[in-house]
């Protein structure tokens, strides 16, 4: 009977440290409620949720498009400043909104016009890249009212 402990107390260790290395210790990004107000000049706002499952935070670190340069801003108070990066918490999120977090589109390409749509890539600091389609709704659309 001894000489089947040693091996069995091995491979049991070896599935406790393989629960170790689960999805649930990872970012599990995801990204919803993705659209843009219709801009009135070469800048616009774009909004989004990033949500994440995971048991590990990540970071956005920055976004691409196609339309041109884009940054990431946030609110404090009635002050609006660009960040280098902004955390995604381990089982939240991350809200963009009106009055919030934001990103900002400079020096727009071409014009949109409602029912466009934008494609932005979103870059973080450990889980790979996630790429959105943004809808192009009108400047006084409201999420919570969806007009």
């Keep these: 009977m001894r000489q089947f402990a ?19 210790a990872k970012a599990q990004l995801s990204v919803s409620s993705a659209y843009m107000p219709q801009p009135v000049s070469d800048m616009a706002a774009g909004f989004l ?29 009635q002050a609006m400043e660009e960040v280098k990066s902004l955390a995604v918490p381990a089982h939240g999120q991350l809200v963009f909104k009106s009055g919030g977090n934001h990103l900002m589109f ?26 959105v389609e943004m809808p ?10 969806g007009h």
């Excluded at 192009?136 to 659309?141: E, G, R």
């Design 6 to 24: 040693v091996p069995v107390a091995v491979l049991t260790g070896a599935l406790v440290l393989t629960g170790c290395g689960s999805d649930d």
């Design 49 to 77: 949720d990033i949500a994440n499952k995971g048991g590990a935070k990540d970071e956005l670190t920055s976004v691409t498009s196609d339309l041109g340069p884009v940054s990431v801003h946030e609110t404090v108070g």
């Design 106 to 131: 400079d020096r727009l390409k071409h014009t949109l016009k409602q029912g466009d749509s934008v494609t932005v890539k979103l870059h973080f600091a450990k889980s790979g890249p996630l790429t």
């Design 136 to 145: 192009v709704k009108s400047a006084t659309y409201n999420p919570t009212t």
